[in-house]
T-cell receptor, first 113, second 113 residues
Framework: EAGVTQSPTHLIKTRGQQATLRCSPI?????VYWYQQALGLGLQFLLW???????NRGNFPPRFSGRQFPNYSSELNVNALELEDSALYLC????????????FGEGSRLTVL | DAKTTQPPSMDCAEGRAANLPCNHS???????VYWYRQIHSQGPQYIIH???NNETNEMASLIITEDRKSSTLILPHATLRDTAVYYC??????????????FGKGTLLTVNP
């Protein structure tokens, strides 16, 4: 069974540009979660999508947005990139039944110059 | 969610069993114990979970004390690739809020040759 896959693995952008990150959940999982992990810091919850709808978002500005497609894959967009957006962006998926463990992808490393 | 306490770091010799403790003295009856690990610069990896009974899978064993106030993750034959930060998380499954699975500081396990 394939795990959560993310692309690209690495992405380098300059300030003001836009970045798009992609995630494919485990087959059968309908929920997708996005997290940001800046260097040396813990995971910060960004967004939760389920059945194509945004269900919740963390404390991030509106320039962080995304969507979930009918096949449950997801896309994270970061507009007007700032230097502090440099981080590992992690996607996770889960069942909606107990105990709801999260399965993470390997992440996309975004570097903003 | 119940608070957990883990030692900040532990060492283990390669080939020996690694026993990682976690205290969760305020755990309530419907809270699960989850274990994840994060190898440097990779996404967190789900290891195992339990509610009341001891659990074993291909990666590890989880021993939960009878009063559920503490647990131990056991890696039976640690390898160098098991060097990672291990997170013990206790929370209620509350359908659709899996993103709230928050990762504390965890235990840095270093497996030495």
């Amino acid at each position: 069974e394939a795990g959560v896959t993310q692309s690209p693995t690495h992405l380098i952008k300059t300030r003001g540009q836009q970045a798009t990150l992609r995630c494919s959940p485990i087959s059968g999982h309908t929920s997708v979660y996005w997290y940001q992990q800046a260097l040396g810091l813990g995971l910060q919850f960004l967004l939760w999508y389920d059945e194509g709808e945004e269900r919740n978002r963390g404390n991030f500005p509106p320039r962080f947005s995304g969507r979930q497609f009918p096949n449950y894959s997801s896309e994270l967009n970061v507009n007007a990139l700032e230097l502090e957006d440099s981080a590992l962006y992690l996607c996770a998926s889960s069942w909606e039944l107990p105990p709801g463990e999260l399965f993470f992808g390997e992440g996309s490393r975004l570097t903003v110059l | 969610d119940a608070k957990t306490t883990q030692p900040p770091s532990m060492d283990c010799a390669e080939g020996r069993a690694a026993n990682l403790p976690c205290n969760h003295s305020t755990i309530s009856g419907n809270e699960y114990v989850y274990w994840y690990r994060q190898i440097h610069s990779q996404g967190p990896q789900y290891i195992i979970h339990g509610l009341k009974n001891n659990e074993t899978n291909e990666m590890a064993s989880l021993i939960i004390t009878e009063d559920r106030k503490s647990s131990t993750l056991i890696l039976p034959h640690a390898t160098l690739r098991d060097t990672a930060v291990y997170y013990c998380i206790v929370r209620v499954y509350s359908g659709g809020s899996n993103y709230k699975l928050t990762f504390g500081k965890g235990t840095l396990l270093t497996v030495n040759p």
